[in-house]
């Protein structure tokens, strides 16, 4: 029988017949000759669809499991809001499950799942929507997972540090995006200090792991043709993959590259008529029925030209920046009829009656560089000031994308004077003598045909790429030591390097602030209220230090109470620092010691602060509103549509020991948590105010078990044995190994750690914590979260180290192996990187040497395998435990009613 054929395969797939670059580039994923797989840097020009790599990807995974790898970890630039490869991968998945003629496909990725899935067997999480920065690609290590992230998401992750999530599940991430991985990388010219990370992982391991183990990196970009490298090659060495003799003949292609897009220049002489010159020219198409996106450079020309085209045009115009909130970023892209006449073809789903009367005419996007990366619009005319010659092309690249209109005008507005003292505006001004050099002609082509030394020289100057060592890859793979450690710094710098770009700060909005009172932190510190709690993307907004200081400071003034009101200052590592409003404002300090106080950091206010525009989604200090959605995770499905919670908060539910419907509770937070302060609760309530109802006193927090952070949690839905959970793991685990095809050793090794990971969890002292008094020994309670001060800092991982020691089976094993055993459990929730802290070197039924001496073997044992598997390598490897372990809470085969 022969093979699927890729072409007919990719036209189902994706809707159209694929461009011979993308059959070029399928044939190079499935060489025989690995070395060859994968092109170090493919240039593509924009409008020909270089997301189309996923759907390429995913073919040859089908087909060709043994020579791609499991992931594709698709990395946009940080400042992306729209993200075209979400809406990209998720009607692949659509079509996946939906269209018969790709049944062979559907089957043969399912094969390669360990545990079984319900739906498609290709796992996706993404920047937005329903599947937004979930962990359902991280459940099953032998799954297909497309993971959509920005440079920050993805890089913080990759290096045991990942931003907005807890030390426990940090090296579960790593180990899942730096092996068996194939990270591409778009618009790699933007993010020259992340590609050089990139490269400095991939020497690392070189000397760890098997090659197909190994993570994969391919550069995109529409921008440069050689990406930093001399004539014809990549900047890592290597050929550059290109558009093929062929793609130059294909009508389709030809028809985009030479896509009209007239140019016309104009000069300013003055600084402040620059809104008014950009509104004029924008103005000129008022009558066409057309749409016409306007890029400028500052938050302040975006809103003096919204101001001036909403005097003409009041319902005709909207605004897309990077300093919007993200869930009201997210509806404007998934929602707003204007945005929605930008793109290029209609939403798969969406309200019609969205689509009114004012949406009709001429309608206006304005945008900062938000909207230059990652987003699939394309206007028909486009306005702007001058920018460097990378974000110039970019705009272009928004306008006109498919050739599919004659008369696209493009008005490009410079200044009549450059600052001579400044470097970017020396860039500036390179860039607009490349722009006179086309002649009016603006296509994909035109511009591949500027010399590519000249297009580089106009690039805005790049950052200082700080040295990464093996020192610091150590450093950061320590993940259990908390806070601070000398030696390891912040991983921002090696992420986008130091240049003087203005330092940037997130803001977001909780309930917990102003309820976990300073006498409430003892009992929930703020670190694992996060933890079991963790921000995510919809929740946050970005803006520059400077701007947030501002306009805090104009709230407090506005609000004097506010100063003392609490304020989360939360760090890169999740350590969160409890201060003020006054504090962060106070005009005593020097700007830069304000500024740097909270640069790269993110403040968590209470909603009671105000703070936020309701309309636009950023912050602003005229508004007293604000509100916490950190519950509308994930419930924004295609079109607009709502889907179900993932997690929820519920102050005083009435059936307090029965979670919602397929949740279960991860955290109870009550008020008065001393015996003293319960007794008093009664006292506040006259006889005769029978209307007047006690404050809350408990917070339910619950979560859809599939959507946990990453953790197997010590609560189910239902009660479960202990030795059910313990069976259904190891049948994970033992299907994961096979999967993987690991030598038979070493599955023995997983699989007996997988038996052996939860002993601990036999004691009393344990069963005690979970609320079991009686005489059957439960691995999950019964919906009840766990009661942290009846275990007296004791950790069953721990337990389990000192039991499986005597166990027989385990010392008939080679010393390595002995060696994985004892380092997956130890590991299988955060531990043993490279130790337990001394309070956890604790066991109520074993002597205080023996615990001492076990634990003293850990970080010694961490060394060894460090060295033996490698950072990532070891990482992955703990992961799979875990992966096993999460599925068996998720999913547990009986629950303790079934066997009564």
């Known amino acids: 029988m022969s093979a699927p054929d890729f072409s007919s395969l990719f036209t189902v797939l994706t809707g159209r017949a694929p461009f011979p670059w993308q059959e070029a580039l399928y044939k190079r994923f499935v060489t025989d000759t690995i070395a060859e797989r994968f092109p170090a840097c493919c240039d593509l020009p924009t409008g020909l669809g270089k997301t189309s790599v996923v759907a390429v990807w995913l073919i040859a995974l089908a087909l060709y499991p043994d020579r791609v790898p499991r992931r594709l970890v698709y990395v946009v630039n940080r400042r992306t809001v729209v993200d075209q490869t979400t809406d990209e991968v998720a009607r692949l998945r659509a079509n996946l499950e939906a269209l018969p003629e790709l049944g062979v496909i559907r089957e043969r990725l399912a094969r390669l799942c360990a545990i079984a899935v319900e739906g498609s067997p290709l796992a996706i999480s993404t920047l937005r929507g329903q599947f937004a920065d979930n962990q359902e690609w991280s459940a099953d290590p032998c799954r297909p997972a497309v993971i959509t992230g920005t440079v920050d998401m993805i890089g913080s992750r990759l290096l045991f540090s990942g931003y907005g999530i807890g030390y426990k599940i940090r090296p579960q991430h790593a180990g899942f995006l730096g092996q068996d991985v194939l990270l591409v990388h778009d618009e790699s010219h933007l993010e020259p200090a992340f590609q050089a990370l990139l490269d400095a992982v991939r020497v690392e391991q070189r000397r760890d792991f098997p090659e197909q183990r190994r993570l994969k990196v391919m550069q995109l970009s529409a921008t440069t043709q050689n990406a930093g490298g001399g004539p014809g090659e990549s900047a890592t060495g290597g050929p550059v993959f290109r558009l093929t003799p062929a793609d130059e003949e294909h009508p389709e292609v030809v028809r985009r590259l030479t896509s009209v897009k007239m140019l016309h220049l104009h000069e300013n002489a003055d600084g402040k008529k620059l809104a008014e010159e950009l509104v004029a020219l924008a103005l000129r198409h008022k009558e066409s029925q057309q749409t016409v996106v306007i890029f400028v450079q500052s938050l302040d020309l975006v809103h003096k030209t919204v101001e001036g085209l909403k005097r003409q045009q009041p319902k005709q115009v909207i605004a897309l920046t990077g300093t919007m909130r993200g869930l009201e970023r997210d509806r404007l892209a998934a929602r707003d009829p204007i945005f929605r006449r930008f793109l290029p073809t209609p939403p798969p789903t969406g309200d019609a009656a969205d689509a009114g009367s004012e949406t009709s005419g001429t309608v206006y996007l304005v945008c900062t560089s938000a909207g230059e990366v990652g987003v699939n619009i394309s206007a028909d005319h486009l306005v702007c000031d001058l920018s460097t010659y990378e ?36 860039r500036r001004q390179l860039t607009l003598g490349l722009l006179r050099q086309l002649n009016g002609d603006a296509s994909p082509r035109a511009l591949g045909l500027l010399p590519p030394e000249l297009r580089s020289q106009a690039f805005r100057p790049p950052p200082r790429i700080p040295e990464v060592s093996d020192i610091l890859f150590d450093a950061w793979s320590l993940t259990t030591i908390r806070g601070e450690l000398p030696g390891r710094p912040p991983v921002e710098p090696w992420l986008h390097g130091i240049s003087n770009e203005t330092p940037q700060t997130h803001v977001a909005w909780r309930e917990e602030v102003e309820v976990i009172t300073p006498d409430l932190t003892a009992f929930y510190p703020p670190e694992d209220l996060l933890e079991t709690y963790p921000l995510k993307p919809h929740e946050l907004l970005q803006d520059s230090s400077d701007r947030i200081l501002g306009e805090l400071g104009s709230l407090v003034q506005r609000r004097p109470s506010l100063a003392e009101k609490p304020v989360w200052l939360v760090d890169s590592q999740g350590t969160v620092e409890v201060i003020t409003f006054g504090s962060i404002v106070d005009r005593e300090a020097t700007p830069a010691a304000r500024q740097a106080r909270i640069k790269s950091k993110t403040l968590l206010l209470p909603p ?293």
């Not at 010590?714 to 030795?723: D, E, F, I, N, P």
């Not at 090794?749 to 979970?770: E, F, N, T, V």
């Open 608 to 900: 009671q602060a105000g703070g936020l525009d309701p309309q636009t989604g950023m912050l602003d200090s005229k508004s007293d509103w604000a509100d916490d959605v950190a519950d509308l995770w994930g419930t924004d499905g295609p079109g607009g549509t709502q889907l179900s919670q993932r997690r929820k908060r519920v102050w005083d539910p009435e059936h307090a020991d029965h979670p919602p419907k397929d949740m279960r509770t991860i955290r109870v937070i009550d008020l008065q948590p001393t015996p003293q302060d319960s007794e008093t609760e009664s006292d506040d309530t006259d006889e005769g105010s029978e209307e007047r109802q006690p404050p809350p006193r408990r917070w339910y927090w619950y979560e859809t078990p599939r959507s946990a952070a990453g953790q197997a949690t010590a609560s189910a839905r239902k009660a479960v044995l202990l030795q059910t959970h313990t069976d259904d793991v190891t049948r994970n685990m033992r299907s994961i190994a096979a999967k993987l095809a690991f030598p038979e050793p070493m599955q023995r090794a997983l699989i007996l750690a997988a038996q052996w990971h939860d002993l601990g969890k036999a004691r009393p002292h344990w069963q005690r914590s979970i609320g079991n008094f009686g005489t059957l020994v439960l691995g999950k309670s019964a919906s009840r979260a766990m009661d942290m001060s009846m275990l007296d800092d004791y950790r069953h991982e721990f337990g389990s180290l000192l039991d499986v020691r005597r166990n027989a089976e385990f010392c008939a094993l080679q010393d390595d192996l002995k060696d994985v055993v004892l380092h997956l459990i130890a590991t299988h929730h955060g531990r043993g990187r490279p130790h337990f802290p001394s309070p956890e070197i604790f066991d109520p039924e074993v002597n205080s040497t023996e615990a001492t001496a076990a634990a003293q073997e850990v970080p010694l044992r961490f060394a060894r395998l460090h060295r033996r598997y490698g950072r990532w390598g070891l990482a992955w490897l703990e992961s799979l435990l875990r992966a096993a372990d999460q599925n068996a809470s998720a999913r547990p085969s009986q629950f303790v009613e079934d066997n009564v």
């Open 391 to 426: 974000s110039m092309a970019q705009r272009l690249g928004r306008v006109n994308r498919f050739g599919l209109r004659s008369d696209t005008r493009v008005d490009v507005v410079y200044p009549s004077v450059f600052d001579a003292a400044s470097e970017l505006d020396h």
